[in-house]
């Protein structure tokens, strides 16, 4: 079996690259084909592309697609789990919205097999941004999972029911990792989860409030599984840490917004030093502001008055971190209730509160646009991609 695509004139056809595959992939399941004549039927169909412009063309399909198309032989296999296929694939990957709580189980019906023992499955429940149409990820080989506490990069941080765990999923793949829980047993508590561009690591980070009022951290790192315990926050930094604004992992730390309002700094936890520091401000936060990360940067969204939003964004040189007003957003009417969800290098979403619209700007264009979600109150960015905890991404520079 040969492990490189063929060189010289043989190209695959542009119109026919799913088509194909998707073809090979159910005949692989009903008939005795083996992998290389499954290879070889997929290299002499059509008129051919070269491996440059197929790799372009797999990029603009969906990870689920994806995931499907890598079965069919070594080389798509080989082609799409490549690092810089994945991390192309991360740059332009669609961005859902994904509730706080997004499982129920029930019967459903599954393009997976699932085991006749156990009908009952839990799903992932999704909403598309620009359409606002919902859709259910069925995760087969999941159960009693509780609720998703972060998400990063296209992983998903939830928890298993009755103290039975931690469990890392990307929905994508369906590959999933269980993890142990650190110290229970604490009201007041949150969770983050953040990323090293430059070693590709991921680390879950754990804040509880303990019986005399102080704030404990404890750091479990994704690659040895194992949690350790590392200076906390000083108290009168936080408010309620259950209610605490969600945390935001850019530049290689995480940040959080550590009170409700009139706040005039950020906390953040370094993902190498695994220290705490505090970051002043531009301007004291308002109830509805928002940390939300923008091409790899942190940004401060904040309402300045009634009709206008500015964007802050956290730009670092060397040791130093300066904000620098990046966008303003003015409208004619009330923006006090506009709730920022997450943002893209061209578009900002909002959610409006008791209210079932999302609200997307455009950048460029200065433009708002109304989508109707539905009645879902609490949502949380999640990226569809194909990364995963022990992917060699090092070095990503986003």
Known sequence: ???????????????????????????????????????????????????????KVFLLLPA????????????????????????????QSETVLI????????NIRSPFPLPSDKPNQCYFHFWDIHSG??????????????CVLAACNGLVLARIKKNGGLVVVNPSTRNHIRMPLGTIG???????????????????????????????CEILNLTTRSWHAVDGPNSGEFGSISTTRRSVS??????????????????SLGFHDEKFQTVPLPINSTKNDRLVEIGGTLSFITHATLNLI????????????????????????????????????????????????????NIEAEEMEEVNVGDVQMYMPHVKSLVSWDSPQGQWDV
Request: glycine residues 4%.
């Open 1 to 55: 079996m040969r492990d490189r695509w063929p060189r010289g004139k043989k190209w695959l056809k542009l119109s026919s690259v799913e088509t194909i595959a998707l073809e090979q992939l159910r005949r692989s399941t009903t008939s005795r084909e083996t992998k290389q004549e499954m290879e070889n039927n997929l290299e002499t169909k059509g008129t051919w592309l070269p491996y440059d412009l197929l790799f």
């Open 64 to 91: 689920e697609t994806l995931c499907r198309l890598r079965c069919i032989c070594r080389t798509l296999l080989n082609m799409i789990n490549s690092p810089a296929f994945v991390e192309a694939h991360f740059r």
């Open 99 to 106: 509730t706080q709580k997004s499982f129920r189980e029930e």
């Open 133 to 146: 149409k919902g859709h259910k990820v069925c995760m087969p080989n999941l159960r009693n999972l509780e």
């Open 186 to 216: 604490f009201v007041q508590e949150c969770y983050g989860f953040m990323f090293s561009h430059f070693t590709g690591a991921y680390k879950v980070v754990h804040l509880f409030r303990d019986e005399h009022r102080h704030i404990r």
């Open 250 to 267: 850019a530049v290689g730390a995480l940040y959080w917004l550590p009170k409700r309002d009139s706040c005039n700094h950020v906390v």
């Open 310 to 361: 500015q964007v802050w964004i956290l730009k670092k040189d060397g040791l130093r971190e300066n904000w620098i007003k990046r966008y303003s957003i003015n409208r004619l009417y009330d923006i006090t209730g506009f709730v920022p969800l997450c943002a893209s290098t061209t578009e900002i979403f909002f959610k409006r509160r008791g209210n079932p619209l999302l609200h997307i700007y």
